[in-house]
């Protein structure tokens, strides 16, 4: 295959491009569901092809297909270097960076392989998830109303070469398993959480997550939230963020903005823009105990990858140091455009997407705070521990996150559930406001969506429990 790849790349220099890039990807999807204890139909999904992607003039082309011998992916080739110079006639500035490329093979090698697991088995982890979840709220009032559970896994195969000399084989094993549970009490309503889990690994890694007892939890959760849960005066208070949300704030407070080709004005009509400007590292928006990283390289990550889709190395990049922006993440290009190199960001989803800049782990770095010395230092405040709803808007400025398994804290001590506490406040103020971090990191898994057409891509998100100090809290009467 890589010969190929090698002369379906000499091919399109030939052709005039400047820049050639020639990948093969193949991708095996297994999936599993369980609709209120049901299982239904599973699926296998096969998705294999080609793609090149081309500069010439400054101007970049991307072209995919699944043709599978050499005269066809040089036909691919032909087409692509035409829609290039077609471009270059309009518009133009694209070049590639001087990044050190790699020659590689990164190859994860799983303890259990995802074709020794039969069906059945799939199915039994799903069902017991489900047996669990129902069975945690025996001696409520409230009942599961629903309870999607789905069980993906992939195995994803790719092999890359391009003319700068970077050369990447490599096998990513990764499994995924989602729930969407509905609580309901005919007399308070209902209640509603998505829960997410992502490894990269082979099935010891769905083992490791115990899905029934994480399910037992997270639906009795939502029957006291029913239950339990009163209202409290709107005001100024303190607040404790779970990691759950600190992850999402980091992702979406720190991660999109830092996106280079946002700032660069790329992805403003896709998946918007960025609050922050040229000139704006370091931009200051907290203490010197803030960090916060971007890690493709953490293994058993659901981001997980050591070298990008530009065969350029991975690598911890500091979105946030000491409380302030520090990093874009960049592929080649967008770094390029702005005077330095890639830090391993290019990431693609499948063979016809092309590789765009993307986050991968993106979490706020410990502390040296236990969560009972910061509820000890709170007189009036709110520990917010999961989310039922958040959103934010294009520039990834002004946000608001709604909490779900939350409770109030009164000098120093949690006083019951609170319900339905609301944070909205701005990027900068949310960072700020942060006086403490804890010790223990937990993360979440997602698919963060971006780019035309739509990529999915997978990441972590995470943190520890964080202190915010005197923002303002609404309560729902």
């Known amino acids: 295959m890589e010969d190929i790849l090698y002369a379906v790349m000499d091919h399109a220099l030939s052709q005039g491009a400047e820049y050639a890039e020639v990948r093969h990807q193949s991708d095996r999807y297994d999936r599993s569901l369980v609709k209120n204890g049901v299982a239904e139909v599973s699926s296998t999904e096969y998705n294999s092809g080609h793609s090149v992607r081309v500069l010439v003039d400054g101007c ?8 599978l011998d050499e005269a066809d992916l ?5 087409r692509t270097v035409r829609a290039a110079k077609a471009s270059a006639r309009l518009s133009g500035g694209i070049s590639m960076d001087g990044s050190e490329v790699c020659t590689a093979k990164d190859v994860m090698s799983p303890k259990v392989r ?13 069902m017991a998830a489900y047996d669990a979840a129902s069975a945690s709220l025996d001696g409520f009032d409230s009942r599961l109303a629903g309870c999607y559970l789905s069980l993906s896994l992939l195995e994803t195969e790719k092999t890359i070469v391009n003319s700068t000399g970077g050369s990447l084989y490599s096998f990513t094993p990764r499994a995924s398993m989602n729930a969407f549970i509905t609580v309901l009490d005919p007399g308070k309503g209902a209640v509603q959480r998505h829960v997410s889990k992502g490894c990269s690994s082979g099935w010891e890694g769905v083992e490791e997550w115990d899905m029934a007892a994480r399910m037992a939890e997270e639906t009795s959760v939502l029957g006291r939230v029913l239950r339990d849960a009163s209202s409290f005066k709107s005001g100024k208070k303190d607040l404790i963020l779970g990691p759950e949300i600190i992850g999402l704030v980091a992702h979406e407070s720190a991660g999109h903005p830092s996106e280079a080709d946002r700032l660069q004005g790329r992805e403003a009509a896709q998946a918007g823009e960025t609050f922050l400007k040229d000139g704006d590292h370091p931009r200051r928006v907290g203490g010197d105990h803030l960090n916060v990283v971007d890690d493709p390289t953490i293994p058993g990550s659901f981001g997980h990858y050591l070298h990008d889709d530009e065969c350029v190395r991975a690598r911890r990049r500091y979105l946030i140091r000491e409380g302030s922006f520090d990093e874009l993440l960049h592929n080649r290009s967008s770094a390029a455009a702005s005077g330095t190199v890639s830090n391993g960001s290019s990431r693609s989803l499948t063979f016809g997407m092309e590789p765009i800049v993307r986050m991968a782990n993106t979490f706020v770095e410990p502390g040296d705070w236990s969560l009972e010395e910061m509820l000890e230092d709170v007189k009036d405040g709110i520990y917010m521990k999961t989310f039922m709803e958040w959103n934010i808007d294009d520039r990834r400025y002004n946000q608001r996150y709604v909490g779900l398994e939350s409770y109030a804290v009164v000098d120093g001590e949690i006083e019951g559930m609170a319900r339905s506490p609301a944070l909205e406040i701005s990027t900068p103020g949310l960072w700020s406001s942060i006086d403490a971090l804890g010790k223990e990191m937990e993360f979440s898994s997602a698919l963060c969506g971006k780019g035309e057409p739509m990529q999915g891509i997978p990441v972590w998100t995470g943190g520890p429990h964080a202190r915010l100090r005197a923002v303002p809290m609404e309560g729902v009467q």
Request: proline share 0%.
């Open 60 to 67: 970049m082309a991307f072209g995919a297909g699944n043709g």
């Open 114 to 126: 995802f074709a020794d697991i039969g069906q059945e088995e799939r199915d039994s982890v799903l």
């Open 74 to 78: 040089k036909v691919l080739a032909e």
